[in-house]
């Protein structure tokens, strides 16, 4: 009985009608159709599928239907009845001056114009206004005088009623269930529904008219639960979101067959840890996860930082041989110069953070590029005051720092590895790894492909990833080299006379080689950009020409940025003063690493909190950091630079084409 008073209730608020509409459920016996069940309750079949669009595709035994109990035949105003006016949008003009120009609502404008509800008003785009209004809703019965007292009416725009009918929200519905069916966002039903903050089984709301008819109602579970698409989002990031692949994303959701459109309410995996993985704070596509921080102004914490750097300095040598001998050998080990240089920005970032009033107190420990050092300088050593480690460079000795250091919840940042690494809950990786990189720029090109012509490259060693980019782009078409060799003819076939997009995968200097210099010549008549998720060594090569890439407006993923002379004068005068020759990308690794933990450190109450207050991403002259936690432990930085060769040779940031 509740039940039916709360319908009643909410139907004196939302109906168009002023005769209140009776509803019962009828379970399905066996034997019994829509027509049979139409005639037991003296309905038509219509009045069925309207209450229960999904019996338009059969009804089953024991399945129930909602039956309006007193109603009549229904009549709906068809669109041609409907007289409209053809409107050329202008710069500013938005679908509420719109609705006040033309005096209808915002929803009358919409229904006419489908495409509204999936993007925003376009400048340019032609829609169409219905004059007067949208058609009014049917009625089943003519308005009468009713002196009965009703509760005092909720004020609501008569013409939004009129676009709206009635759902009894059976059991386990929810909002987004809802909204899914009828082809709306939740946002929009709940305007529609201001009063209603919980959904009960048995309750009236209003809802949409678009009812998506081959879709059932959708009930959730333990296994699925519902997701609103929000802008820019792509089928590729909702399946590194999710965990699914796009083929099973597409069989959860069968409307994706016409596209990923801002607003759809898709079906998908629950996350088995219970998490809300569609938080803000999800990767990447989070409020802050591309808001820049500048912790410098966020100083408040003046203790000083207690910093271990692990290195490989090969140190025994010194005492083999003589230090001529060690400075002799080290110009042959290019790890040991590599450590020097990193050391050398190291002593850099803590002159800096002294100047803005941060002190460091530095220990230095040779690694040797070994674990059982790494084990025994830890074991010979107190950690207990550590705020950080910066090292080792390489995989296992850093593994091996950080399972020592991880129940002391002392952070073990590695600088320069981009391998992915165990799962410590104390381990951070600066250096995103190679997965991190490919998929940033899938992310790119499954975002920038629309109304363009794909060309894949690939050759037999890059299997993985062609097979990746066909299930992303499947109207893309592929050019597979012949003795490492891609002919321009090859290519001039699958050329079309608006933009190409030509993404090329290989390691092999011959393909790299022979595929830009046919797509040199092509561009001088076609509109090309060429693009990898790779950039191996053979796009480096001296055989490949940068005027060519520059031609091709080249894309490619980084770990970092250009580096600019101009940005960094005041830097470069203080090395080379200091250190008697030019800083190189190792000792600007050392110095933007060490600076961002000093800063983080100074404005925390260490580097894990520091993620907590500060959750967008840092930037220094090469490198940014934007630390993500990883499902098995420890942190990746995930900021990755998509960059782009100019035909000047420049190379900049790159922006969607």
Do not use: W
């Amino acid at each position: 009985m509740k039940y039916l008073f709360v319908i009643c209730f909410l139907f004196q608020f939302y109906a168009t009608s002023a005769n209140a509409q009776s509803y019962k459920y009828h379970t399905v016996k066996k034997g019994e159709t829509v027509f049979s069940i139409s005639q037991t309750y003296s309905i038509d079949e219509e009045d069925i599928y309207k209450y229960n669009p999904e019996a338009k595709e059969g009804i089953g035994v024991n399945e129930k239907l909602v039956i309006p109990v007193d109603a009549t035949k229904s009549e709906a105003k068809t669109e041609s009845s409907v007289q409209f006016i053809d409107h050329k949008v202008k710069k500013k003009e938005t679908l509420y001056s719109l609705s006040k120009e033309y005096n209808v609502t915002v929803d009358d404008i919409k229904r006419y114009n489908k495409q509204l509800y999936s993007k925003e008003l376009q400048m340019g785009e032609t829609i169409r206004i219905p004059q007067g209004g949208a058609a009014p809703a049917a009625t089943n019965n003519s308005i009468i005088a009713d002196n009965t007292p009703k509760p005092a009416p909720v004020s609501k725009p008569q013409e939004s009623q009129a676009k709206t009918r009635e759902h009894i929200v059976l059991p386990k519905e929810t909002k987004y269930g809802i909204a899914r069916k009828y082809g709306m966002t939740v946002k929009e039903l709940e305007s529609i529904n201001p009063r209603v903050e919980t959904l009960q089984p048995g309750m009236m709301i209003r809802v949409g008219t678009d009812v998506l008819e081959d879709e059932p109602v959708i009930i959730t579970d333990d296994r699925f639960r519902f997701y609103e698409v929000k802008p820019q989002e792509t089928l590729f990031s909702l399946t590194r979101r999710f965990g699914v692949s796009i083929d099973s994303l597409k069989q959860l959701n069968p409307a994706l067959k016409d596209g990923l459109k801002f607003g759809m309410v898709l079906k998908v995996p629950e996350n088995p840890d219970g998490e809300n993985i569609d938080d803000d704070s999800y990767t990447g596509t989070g409020e802050y996860a591309n808001t820049k921080m500048d912790l410098s102004s966020s100083i408040n914490n003046r203790s000083t930082k207690e910093i271990v750097l692990m290195l490989p300095y090969h140190l025994n040598k010194i005492e083999e041989d003589s230090i001529e001998t060690y400075r002799n050998s080290i110009m042959n080990e290019r790890v040991v110069r590599i450590s020097l240089d990193f050391y050398s920005g190291v002593l850099m970032a803590i002159d800096k953070a002294k100047s803005m009033g941060i002190s460091t107190n530095l220990k230095v420990y040779d690694t040797r590029q070994n674990a059982s050092d790494v084990a025994n300088v830890i074991n010979t050593n107190d950690f207990s005051n550590v705020d950080a480690v910066i090292g080792p460079l390489l995989q296992g000795p850093t593994e091996a720092a950080a399972a020592r250091l991880e129940n002391k919840n002392v952070p073990v940042i590695n600088p320069l590895s981009n391998r992915s690494m165990r799962g410590y809950q104390n381990l951070f990786q600066s250096v995103p790894t190679d997965e991190f990189m490919k998929n940033a720029m899938l992310d790119f090109i499954s975002r920038n492909s629309a109304g363009k012509n794909i060309i894949i490259i690939a050759d037999g060693k890059a299997f993985q990833i062609k097979s990746e980019l066909n299930s992303i782009l499947p109207s893309a078409r592929t050019v597979s080299p012949t003795d490492n060799y891609v002919s321009e003819e090859a290519l001039t076939n699958m050329m079309t006379s608006g933009p190409n997009l030509v993404i090329l995968e290989s390691d092999n200097i011959n393909v790299v080689s022979s595929a830009t210099s046919a797509l040199n010549r092509l561009a001088r008549n076609h509109d090309i950009t060429l693009l990898t998720t790779n950039k191996t060594s053979a796009f480096e090569n001296d055989i490949i020409s940068n005027n060519h890439l520059g031609n091709l407006k080249f894309h490619y993923p980084s770990v970092d940025k250009e580096y600019d002379n101009t940005a960094t004068e005041n830097f470069n005068e203080k090395y080379l003063e200091r250190f008697n020759i030019e800083p190189n990308r190792y000792a600007l690794r050392g110095y933007d690493l060490t600076l961002d933990v000093l800063l983080r450190l100074a404005s925390a109450d260490d580097l894990y909190d520091s993620f907590e207050r500060y959750p967008g991403f840092t930037e220094y002259y090469e490198s940014k950091f934007h630390y993500m936690p990883n499902p098995n432990g420890g942190f990746t930085n995930d900021a990755i630079y998509l960059l782009k060769i100019n035909k000047d040779l420049t190379i900049s940031e790159a922006n969607d084409l």
